[in-house]
């Protein structure tokens, strides 16, 4: 089993930037896909970045690229969201997700999700 724990959530102005950080226990995540997602009300939760520990690829929604970057830390087993230049539109719920294999970086594909933490982001 993987827990994730994430944090870093808050409240920004547009314009603004937040660091969000999963730390993982439970097991090493090394050879793991890790992503993040973000889910508002009434919406599917949407892909964020991921990357595959192990391959060194990387993917981010086109959304966010050029703003958001997606890090590691070995030492620390922890997974990090630099989110930089934040909207409103950048506002719901953040998730972080672990998978043993997730070719296409979707949802159903990971196995292990953190809990969540809220960005939210004033205009």
């Known amino acids: 089993q993987v827990q994730l724990v994430e944090s870093g959530g808050g409240l920004v102005q547009a314009g603004g930037s937040l660091r969000l950080s999963c730390a993982a226990s439970?097991?090493?995540?090394?050879?793991?896909?890790m992503a993040w997602f973000r889910q508002a009300p009434g919406k599917e939760r949407e892909r964020v970045a991921a990357?595959?520990?192990?391959?060194?690829?990387?993917y981010y929604a086109d959304s966010v690229k050029g703003r958001f970057t997606i890090s590691r830390d070995n030492a620390k087993n922890t997974v990090y969201l630099q989110m930089n230049s934040l909207k409103p539109e950048d506002t719901p719920v953040y998730y972080c997700?672990?998978?043993?294999?997730?070719?296409?970086?979707?949802?159903?594909?990971?196995?292990?999700w953190g809990r969540g933490t809220q960005v939210t982001v004033s205009s």
């Open positions: 997700a672990a998978a043993t294999e997730a070719r296409y970086y979707e949802a159903g594909e990971f196995d292990y």
């Open positions: 439970g097991r090493t995540v090394s050879n793991y896909v």
């Open positions: 990357f595959s520990w192990s391959g060194g690829s990387t």
